[in-house]
């Protein structure tokens, strides 16, 4: 006769820190003043994380990988910025983190060149990023009763951070995209 095995109970399937997939808004205060008088408008941006342990325990080093998305302006003038951040996030307690990692941002401007069309400028402007936040259970997601192992997701957490973003010293050509960013968000722990 074969010994039945037990089923794991929601404490035991969750040891192990889970993958959280995030929604996020972001409000940035950029550090170019003539980004604003140019492009007026509000400074929330929309976008999405992937958030992944670098390790087995219950507290490891966390991985985020961040992408967001904004435009100023109108159609036919207008900005757009793409920043993204692959940052490093230690636990250090109680939901809390801290987290440094490289950004890029990238950016898309449309204005008017003459009367025959417009004009594109594109590039890129690489940083770092400093942040720190905490993300906390909302108690949504309710623990199985036994022998049910529940679904895929275990918590539904509300995510709160602030971060700097930094270029190099010293730079001076073309935009400067380093930022104050205060981040929102909702994930789902997988």
């Known amino acids: 006769m074969t010994p039945i095995e037990p089923v794991p109970t929601p404490i035991e399937a969750r040891d192990e820190a889970p993958v959280r997939v995030v929604l996020r808004g972001a409000a940035e205060l950029i550090d170019d003043a003539a980004i ?3 492009y007026p408008g509000t400074p929330w941006m929309f976008g999405a994380g992937l958030v992944v342990p670098l390790g087995p325990s219950k507290h490891p080093l966390l991985l985020d990988f961040d ?8 159609l036919d003038q207008s900005l757009n910025l793409v920043p993204l951040a692959l940052v490093a996030e230690l636990p250090i307690g109680h939901g809390l983190f801290i987290g440094a990692g490289p950004t890029v941002t990238l950016f898309s401007e449309t204005h008017p060149a003459d009367a ?6 594109r590039g890129a ?13 909302t108690g949504l997601v309710q623990e199985p009763m036994p022998p049910s192992t529940g679904g895929p997701v275990h918590a539904l957490e509300f995510e709160v951070y602030v971060a700097r973003r930094q270029e190099r010293p010293g730079h001076s ?9 205060g981040v929102v968000g909702l994930s789902l722990c997988f």
């Open 36 to 38: 604003a008088q140019v």
């Open 67 to 74: 992408a967001a998305w904004h435009r100023l302006g109108e």
């Open 116 to 121: 025959t069309g417009v004009a594109v400028t």
């Open 125 to 137: 402007r690489i940083a770092a990023e400093l942040r720190a936040g905490g993300r906390f259970d």
């Open 173 to 181: 050509d073309g935009f400067d995209l380093g930022a104050w960013r």
